[in-house]
């Protein structure tokens, strides 16, 4: 099963968040959240991990730069992308001070933008700041962390640390989107060309691994043994 990206909608025009909506459910890779204005946008922005946000400029409440700026503070870190009816906007929606990665013009074609977002999607994963859901975890490889669900704010759960090694165990079955992998393929993604290194070392970091997050010690429902490899259940 592929990893569905889900997009943050924010626009206060229903028919367009619902023409969106409608066109990308058209895409299995996809699942989308719509927001009317901008404070319930960033409302659901802080409440839930996003790959990437589509946020309107002019909207009622506060104006979209406003809203992407805010965004950023409270440490989103996935691709946004502005919606406007002004090509004029350009400049202050790509300025450093909105945080916005890039900008689509009003009318536009859905092709056009689904090419753009998928470049940034592409992008994203390959970089620093991405996060990715991985059952109840938010997966954050570049702090080498899992942050599991805080049902309580006042009795915040602490975070999860992984090693560099069970990090890219983690990246690579990740992004293989629930397939299994080879453990002669995972030996070698994660620690290259080096004969010294057995299965016998990665089994015993895949051990380690299932020690910090399987929700039931001694049963694997995370982090599955498949014949001849490994593979993550994402859905937990």
């Known amino acids: 099963m592929a990893v569905k990206k889900k ?3 924010v626009d206060d025009d229903a028919v367009l968040r619902e023409e969106l909506a409608e066109h990308f459910s058209l895409y299995d890779e996809f699942e989308t959240v719509s ?5 319930e946008g960033l409302a659901a922005s802080k409440e839930q991990t996003f790959d990437l946000i589509i946020l309107d400029v002019d909207m009622p409440d506060m104006q979209g730069t406003e809203v992407c700026g805010l965004m950023r503070k409270a440490g989103v870190a996935a691709p ?4 406007t009816g002004n090509d004029g906007d350009a400049d202050q929606i790509l300025g450093l001070n909105s945080g916005a990665n890039d900008y689509v013009t009003k009318p536009f074609r859905f092709g056009v933008l689904l090419a753009r977002l998928r470049a940034h999607l592409r992008s994203f994963e390959q970089s620093e700041d991405a996060i990715f859901q991985i059952g109840p975890y938010a ?3 570049s702090s080498k962390r899992l942050t599991p669900p805080q049902p309580d704010p006042a009795r915040p759960v ?3 640390r992984l090693t560099e090694k069970e990090t890219n165990i983690l990246k690579y079955l990740y992004r293989a ?3 299994a992998v080879a453990r002669e393929e995972l030996l070698h ?4 060309y080096n004969s010294g290194v057995t ?3 990665l089994e015993t970091h895949v051990y380690r691994l299932r020690q910090k997050i399987e929700p039931e010690k001694g049963t694997a429902t995370l982090l599955v043994t498949e014949p001849g490899g490994y593979r993550l259940e994402l859905d937990g």
Not at 80 to 83: F, N, Q, T
């Open 7 to 9: 997009i943050l909608l």
């Open 35 to 39: 927001a009317a204005n901008g404070a």
């Open 80 to 83: 946004i992308v502005m919606l």
């Open 139 to 141: 997966f954050k490889p």
């Open 158 to 160: 602490r975070d999860i």
């Open 177 to 179: 989107g629930g397939k």
């Open 189 to 192: 993604e994660v620690w290259g």
């Open 199 to 201: 299965t016998h070392t």
